[in-house]
């Protein structure tokens, strides 16, 4: 079949993927539009449709097909944001659809990386990962369509004119602050504790007649649970730009499960009284996400600094594509378990001489069985991976070295990481557990337990998806202080 240039690359092609283009990219820079990526994906399926019994045609439908159900993900972020009811229904549906849409894509060896943002979708439980899908999906490739088409071709739709819109429209670009710092994302706080919250907001010109800009709080999170202040300014003298800063107080009354995801909070603006033809927009930090784990009350090991360092571990795992909240809670579980023999070793000396690695695993069974949460799902000796590995926990892998020759820190459990990721890859799982007794002959004084506690992450050759290590030293064959002076 002969191919003219001017028909090899369609026109509604070229649109709809320049439409896809920008939609995507709102939604990477926080600003995404469900009426948007729903008239890209429309666009899309037009394309397909032409297109229709070719290879780009299938990945024209399958794009669409994404990029609608990354407007439910859009849909439910909006939905958290204006305190809708029932919001996480937009979530479920999405992933819902998400699972079906991947399965159908697994017989097809050229979708791999749709297959892939599909499984990240279903996978979907922060509003902070909508933004990194949208960023896979501006990554994978979509084939150009060659195909010939009868008729006349459509044009380019001119882009709309908002002139009179941007007139009515003020901008607030604002910034939060807790006691004097830059607010981050999430923020850490204690439960019960008043802080001060400033927000600092540039605001481009002052709307219409209005005597008064209003910032409030909007959040889904239990009603009782926090009081955010409501940030009140009058009108400005003087030319704008107006830099209006304002503090008040931020309280949270309860702590939330180590697990939970963060409370969320979004601050909107509105005008008193309020002008039939002006608004005004927040951008910048209008969004504030907050973890409040109170470890003397819900304490996952016993020990303050481990506590400290499983918040970090978690928050790092999160990051990692494409894993399950099961196996990631899992995982916690057992780490946090592992670190408290770790804050136990160093505060009651649990090991007060030099093991054997068979003695160093009675010894850890015994321990981590005592614990209720991890009892009597600790298996011994699986094999796994065409080996036999030390312990397991709910199929999570525990393997078990000792050093008794020099001392040992975090970085020398690299050469354990291979035989260790292995028994992972070969039990279906993506995490597991290094342990290192290091029981050498000390000759100065350990650190803080929450430095002999990591994850590690061991990437395949050509992969995307690591296996992660927790990586535990625990500190034997101690020496008495007075040894030091």
């Given at each position: 079949?002969?191919?003219?240039k001017?028909?090899?690359?369609?026109?509604?092609?070229?649109?709809?993927?320049?439409?896809?283009?920008?939609?995507?990219?709102?939604?990477?820079?926080?600003?995404?539009?469900?009426?948007?990526?729903?008239?890209?994906?429309?666009s899309?399926?037009?394309?397909?449709?032409?297109?229709?019994?070719?290879?780009?045609?299938?990945?024209?439908?399958?794009?669409?097909?994404?990029?609608?159900?990354?407007a439910r993900?859009?849909s439910?972020?909006?939905?958290?944001r204006?305190a809708?009811?029932?919001?996480d229904?937009?979530?479920?549906?999405?992933?819902?659809?998400?699972?079906?849409?991947?399965?159908e894509?697994?017989?097809?060896?050229?979708?791999?990386?749709?297959a892939?943002?599909?499984?990240?979708?279903?996978?979907?439980?922060?509003?902070?990962?909508?933004?990194?899908?949208?960023?896979?999906?501006?990554?994978?490739a979509?084939?150009?369509?060659?195909?010939?088409?009868?008729g006349p071709?459509s044009?380019?739709?001119?882009?709309?004119?908002?002139?009179?819109?941007?007139?009515?429209?003020?901008?607030?670009?604002?910034?939060f602050?807790?006691?004097?710092?830059?607010?981050?994302?999430?923020?850490?706080?204690?439960?019960?504790?008043?802080?001060?919250?400033?927000?600092?907001?540039?605001?481009s010109?002052?709307?219409?007649?209005?005597?008064?800009v209003?910032?409030s709080?909007?959040?889904?999170e239990?009603t009782?649970?926090?009081e955010?202040?409501i940030?009140q300014?009058?009108?400005?003298?003087?030319?704008?730009?107006?830099?209006?800063?304002?503090?008040?107080?931020?309280?949270?009354?309860?702590?939330?499960?180590?697990?939970?995801?963060?409370?969320?909070?979004?601050?909107t603006?509105?005008?008193?009284?309020?002008?039939?033809?002006?608004?005004v927009?927040?951008?910048?930090q209008?969004?504030?996400?907050v973890?409040?784990?109170?470890p003397?009350c819900?304490s996952q090991?016993?020990?303050?600094?481990?506590?400290?360092?499983?918040?970090?571990?978690?928050?790092?795992?999160?990051?990692?594509?494409?894993?399950?909240?099961?196996?990631?809670?899992?995982?916690?579980?057992?780490?946090?378990?592992?670190?408290?023999v770790a804050?136990q070793?160093l505060?009651?000396?649990?090991?007060?001489?030099?093991?054997?690695?068979?003695?160093f695993?009675?010894?850890?069974?015994?321990?981590?069985r005592s614990?209720?949460?991890?009892?009597?799902?600790?298996?011994e000796?699986?094999?796994?991976?065409?080996?036999?590995?030390?312990?397991?926990?709910r199929?999570?892998?525990?393997e078990?070295?000792?050093?008794?020759?020099?001392?040992?820190?975090?970085?020398?459990?690299?050469?354990?990481?291979?035989?260790?990721?292995?028994?992972?890859a070969?039990?279906?799982?993506?995490f597991?557990i290094?342990?290192?007794?290091?029981?050498?002959?000390?000759?100065?004084?350990?650190?803080?337990?929450a430095?002999?506690?990591?994850?590690?992450?061991?990437?395949?050759?050509?992969?995307?998806l690591?296996?992660?290590?927790?990586?535990?030293?625990?500190?034997?064959n101690?020496?008495?202080?007075?040894?030091?002076s």
């Amino acid at each position: 079949m002969r191919h003219t240039k001017a028909s090899a690359i369609h026109y509604s092609a070229y649109h709809s993927r320049i439409e896809a283009i920008q939609a995507l990219a709102d939604v990477r820079r926080g600003k995404g539009s469900t009426e948007a990526l729903l008239n890209s994906a429309r666009s899309l399926r037009a394309t397909s449709a032409e297109a229709l019994g070719s290879p780009a045609g299938q990945r024209y439908g399958t794009l669409a097909s994404l990029v609608e159900l990354l407007a439910r993900l859009v849909s439910w972020w909006n939905a958290i944001r204006t305190a809708e009811i029932d919001s996480d229904r937009y979530l479920r549906s999405a992933k819902l659809s998400a699972k079906e849409l991947g399965a159908e894509l697994s017989s097809e060896p050229d979708a791999a990386r749709f297959a892939e943002v599909a499984a990240r979708i279903g996978e979907c439980s922060d509003l902070g990962e909508i933004a990194e899908i949208a960023t896979m999906m501006l990554c994978s490739a979509v084939p150009l369509p060659l195909f010939n088409r009868e008729g006349p071709r459509s044009q380019l739709r001119p882009p709309a004119s908002h002139e009179g819109e941007i007139g009515r429209i003020a901008v607030a670009f604002s910034s939060f602050e807790i006691d004097g710092k830059p607010f981050a994302d999430p923020q850490t706080m204690q439960p019960e504790v008043i802080y001060d919250l400033t927000v600092n907001s540039s605001l481009s010109r002052w709307p219409g007649e209005a005597l008064q800009v209003i910032l409030s709080p909007l959040s889904v999170e239990p009603t009782g649970t926090h009081e955010l202040p409501i940030f009140q300014f009058n009108r400005p003298v003087g030319a704008p730009p107006y830099l209006l800063t304002k503090t008040g107080r931020m309280l949270v009354k309860f702590p939330i499960s180590f697990f939970a995801r963060p409370l969320e909070f979004s601050y909107t603006a509105r005008l008193v009284p309020e002008p039939g033809d002006s608004s005004v927009l927040v951008q910048g930090q209008r969004r504030l996400r907050v973890r409040c784990f109170d470890p003397s009350c819900a304490s996952q090991s016993g020990y303050v600094e481990v506590e400290k360092r499983l918040v970090e571990i978690r928050d790092q795992a999160k990051q990692v594509p494409a894993i399950m909240d099961s196996e990631l809670n899992d995982f916690l579980v057992l780490l946090s378990c592992i670190g408290g023999v770790a804050g136990q070793s160093l505060q009651g000396h649990l090991f007060p001489r030099k093991y054997s690695e068979a003695e160093f695993q009675d010894e850890m069974k015994r321990l981590l069985r005592s614990n209720p949460r991890v009892g009597s799902e600790l298996e011994e000796h699986p094999h796994a991976a065409r080996g036999i590995t030390d312990l397991s926990f709910r199929r999570m892998r525990i393997e078990l070295k000792v050093e008794a020759s020099r001392r040992v820190g975090i970085a020398d459990a690299s050469v354990f990481l291979q035989q260790t990721a292995q028994y992972v890859a070969g039990s279906d799982r993506r995490f597991g557990i290094l342990c290192l007794l290091d029981c050498s002959d000390k000759t100065e004084a350990p650190g803080t337990v929450a430095n002999d506690i990591a994850l590690e992450k061991v990437e395949a050759p050509g992969g995307t998806l690591p296996i992660c290590l927790g990586v535990v030293v625990l500190r034997g064959n101690l020496q008495r202080p007075s040894s030091f002076s």
